[in-house]
Every structure is written in C-alpha cells, then in structure tokens.
C-alpha cells in the first residue's frame, strides 16, 4: 500500500505564492509519475500538472502554465507545486496523484486546501 499525503495549502491574498508538498511512503517499488488535480466548491475535479518520473518534461492545465511549477525530488518521495500570482479563482482543494504505470495503479492523497482571497 502507498501513502500520499499533501501539505502546504492556507489562505493567500491574489498575487501572492504558495508551495505545496505531496510525500509519497509505503510500497514503492517501481517508478510512478505525480500529478496535481484541484477541485473548487460546487465544481468537478480538474487538472493542474503532471511530471513523469524522470521530470524531463511537465504539462500544465492552460489556466496555469505561466504561474505554477511541478517539481518532484525522487530521493524524498517528495513532489511539489510552487504556485505564484495565485488568483481568486485558484481556490480548491488541491490533490495529489501517484501513478504506477507498470501496474496501472493510481493513489490519491486527502487533499489540501488554497484559499485565495481577492
């Protein structure tokens, strides 16, 4: 089994930054790639960003190419998203997703949550 667990989410003013974390432990025996999905009030989930396991490339959901980062550090389990000029409109619950491609198998984290006020 494979925990997931997300830091770092808080209450921000528009404009400002925020770094969350997603710490991946337990049975990891293969590579995975990490994901980061957000979900506002009274909408469905959406993504954010992706990185493989390599991190030699990233994708970005077009509303925030520009202003996040997905980064990951293999040795910590450890992956991030560095969010800058945040908007109102950025509020969620930010989630967290390990995907073992080898096994097709996907863990979620509970989620933090970014408040962004305007």
């Known amino acids: 089994q494979v925990q997931v667990v997300e830091s770092g989410g808080g209450l921000v003013q528009a404009g400002g930054s925020l770094r969350l974390s997603c710490a991946a432990s337990g049975r990891i025996i293969t590579s995975y790639s990490m994901a980061w999905f957000r979900q506002a009030p009274g909408k469905g989930r959406e993504f954010v960003a992706a990185?493989?396991?390599?991190?030699?490339?990233?994708s970005y959901a077009e509303s925030v190419k520009g202003r996040f980062t997905i980064s990951r550090d293999n040795a910590k389990n450890t992956g991030y998203l560095q969010m800058n000029s945040l908007k109102p409109e950025d509020t969620a619950v930010y989630s967290c997703n390990v995907h073992f491609t080898q096994y097709n198998l996907d863990y979620w984290g509970k989620g933090t949550l970014v408040t962004v006020s305007s």
């Open positions: 990185i493989p396991w390599n991190g030699d490339s990233t």
